[in-house]
T-cell receptor
Framework: AQSVTQLDSHVSVSEGTPVLLRCNYS??????LFWYVQHPNKGLQLLLK??????LVKGINGFEAEFKKSETSFHLTKPSAHMSDAAEYFC?????????FGTGTKLQVIP | DADVTQTPRNRITKTGKRIMLECSQT?????MYWYRQDPGLGLRLIYY???????NKGEISDGYSVSRQAQAKFSLSLESAIPNQTALYFC????????????????FGNGTRLTVT
């Protein structure tokens, strides 16, 4: 079975402080992992992806994620939050069989 | 032009009506998907297709049907729409690299906002 768990449905940070959005996955295969962002009333934008190359993946807008196989985790981080980062973030796992989404984490950035 | 195009962007329909949502892609991907998004539930898979002759049910296929008319086209139908099918619907495409394993890309359309009254 394949599943994705985003451990926090809401995260609130102050502008300029670090961001951590947590994602654990379960897959019978070697998965591909993605983070997508969705701003209000917008579509889905790819932040970054892991496809069996380097375990530390750098994405757009200063985001990065580290693939930890032993922990089955793929947490998303950013050193310093910006107001424009306020959005909903989705962790996604893809295997041969299908693509599965997490339920999303809403990030609030406080000025 | 967008790589994955969904039509219509918005649709309001009445209970009991048949409605079709269309998706076309220029990525050349074999795999196509239909998801619905509801607040707090993320995106849930309705149907997916690995090629024109391979169509599979997802986790919430009841009340929906699909047609893969060509590699580039994947349509979702609601045979008799009901209010709890009000949602944002996304079409997506992907490749899968059997040599190295894994997906190199997932591409999404801009979504269709469907309201059933």
């Amino acid at each position: 079975a394949q599943s994705v768990t985003q451990l926090d449905s809401h995260v609130s940070v102050s502008e300029g402080t670090p961001v951590l959005l947590r994602c654990n996955y379960s897959s019978s295969y070697s998965p591909s992992l993605f983070w997508y962002v969705q701003h209000p009333n917008k579509g889905l934008q790819l932040l970054l992806k892991y496809t069996s190359a380097a375990t530390l993946v750098k994405g757009i807008n200063g985001f990065e994620a580290e693939f930890k196989k032993s922990e089955t985790s793929f947490h998303l981080t950013k050193p310093s939050a910006h107001m424009s980062d306020a959005a909903e973030y989705f962790c996604v796992v893809g295997s041969y069989q299908k693509v599965t989404f997490g339920t999303g984490t809403k990030l609030q950035v406080i000025p | 032009d967008a790589d994955v195009t969904q039509t219509p962007r918005n649709r309001i329909t009445k209970t009991g009506k048949r409605i079709m949502l269309e998706c076309s892609q220029t990525k050349g991907h074999d795999r196509m998907y239909w998801y619905r998004q509801d607040p707090g539930l993320g995106l849930r898979l309705i149907y997916y297709s690995f090629d024109v002759k391979d169509i599979n049910k997802g986790e919430i296929s009841d009340g929906y049907s699909v047609s893969r008319q060509a590699q580039a086209k994947f349509s979702l139908s609601l045979e008799s729409a009901i209010p709890n099918q009000t949602a944002l619907y996304f079409c997506a495409t992907s490749d899968f690299l059997t040599g190295t394993g894994g997906y190199s890309s997932l591409h999404f359309g801009n979504g269709t906002r469907l309201t059933v009254t």
